[in-house]
């Protein structure tokens, strides 16, 4: 089983910063992704940014077009932990943002893929 635990959100204005973690432990492959997603308040879970590597080298790294520039992936194997820095927040950022690992190593964008979830942390970003 593998299991996955958010961190780092909060309350923020426009304009601030963020960074979220996601520990991950248990089993995994020496190639797997691990993604972030997020739901907004009212909408639909969606994509936000994706990792994938194999051991310690990261060979993918893709981020949905809301978010290109102004967020950044990372991981590290030897924490066995995935980040996700957050800069230029907007209010339209404001949304339940989760970790999600696909052993598979796809590096999709489509919720089905993942096999494992967090609980997921709160991110509130004020006008």
């Known amino acids: 089983q593998v299991q996955l635990v958010e961190s780092g959100g909060g309350l923020v204005q426009a304009g601030g910063s963020l960074r979220l973690s996601c520990a991950f432990s248990?089993?995994?492959?020496?190639?797997?992704?691990m993604g972030w997603f997020r739901r907004p308040p009212g909408k639909e879970r969606e994509f936000v940014a994706v990792i994938a590597w194999s051991d310690r080298n990261t060979y993918y790294a893709a981020y949905a077009d809301s978010v290109k520039g102004r967020f950044t992936i990372s991981g590290d194997n030897v924490k066995n932990a995935v980040y996700l820095q957050m800069n230029s927040l907007k209010p339209e950022d404001t949304a339940i943002y989760y970790c999600a690992a696909d052993l598979r190593g796809r590096a999709s964008s489509a919720i089905r893929n993942y096999d494992y979830w967090g609980q997921g942390t709160q991110v509130t970003v004020s006008s």
């Open positions: 248990g089993r995994t492959f020496s190639t797997y992704a």
